[in-house]
């Protein structure tokens, strides 16, 4: 088991987006959240990726990367130059091998801030394949990618679990993950009597 999640209860703000989300992630699954627009998929990731519960086990700050609509781009530093600081940051060399499967190679002496939105997306990935966590929280990882790229990133998931690793993603397309579960985020809607001011709780 290398995630495990009872009863987590999900604000955005003060508002209580999705409450009781129970579930756990076993190594080489994947799971699909699937809602419409403002369900709480976003929340729900930002929560796992905070590891700022007590409902959440089996994790620590080594064992889960992040992508989200940002990408964690520092725009004033060259493609190259991003993806040198971040393999400084997880102690790894393998930048040849992420910009050959990423197709960065022509872009790698460009501006960060001059890029597309796709290409943006691209170099945010990479940092992900930088890291060494078994658990990968994607939130939307093909918005602005081309049909070719989608499929290069479904294959780079489906590897990634194939090595004992694990992902729970936000995606409105179809990514033919052999292995995924689908998991409707409106099953965990709180109930009327559910939202109760935390204040009001005495946790503070």
């Known amino acids: 088991m290398l995630l495990e999640i009872k009863n ?24 699909i959240l699937k809602g419409p627009n403002g369900s ?9 990726a905070g590891l700022n519960s007590n409902n959440i086990n089996n994790l620590s700050n080594d064992e889960i990367a992040f992508s989200g609509h940002l990408d964690g781009v520092k725009s004033t530093l060259t493609v190259n130059e991003n993806l040198k600081f971040w393999a400084g940051v997880y102690n ?52 602005s990618l081309d049909e070719k790229t989608t499929k290069i990133i479904s294959d780079i ?14 995606t409105h397309v179809d990514l033919n993950l052999p292995k995924s579960t689908i998991l409707d985020i409106n099953s965990f809607k709180p109930s009327v009597g559910k939202e109760i001011d935390p204040f009001l709780k005495g946790n503070f």
């Not at 999705?18 to 699954?29: I, M, N, P, Q």
Request: aromatic letters at 2%.
């Open 8 to 31: 987590l209860d999900c604000r955005r703000g003060h508002k209580l987006v999705v409450a009781d989300v129970t579930f756990s992630l076993k190594s080489g699954e994947c799971i």
């Open 40 to 48: 709480g998929k976003t929340t729900l990731l930002r929560h796992i």
């Open 92 to 143: 790894t060399d393998n930048i040849d091998n992420i910009i050959k499967i990423l197709n960065l190679r022509d872009l790698e002496n460009r501006m960060a801030g001059e890029l597309s939105a796709g290409q943006k997306r691209r170099l945010g990935l990479a940092r992900m394949l930088l890291t060494n966590a078994k658990i990968w929280l994607m939130d939307e990882p093909t918005v």
């Open 157 to 170: 998931i489906v590897n990634h679990c194939d090595e004992g690793g694990a992902a729970i993603i936000s």
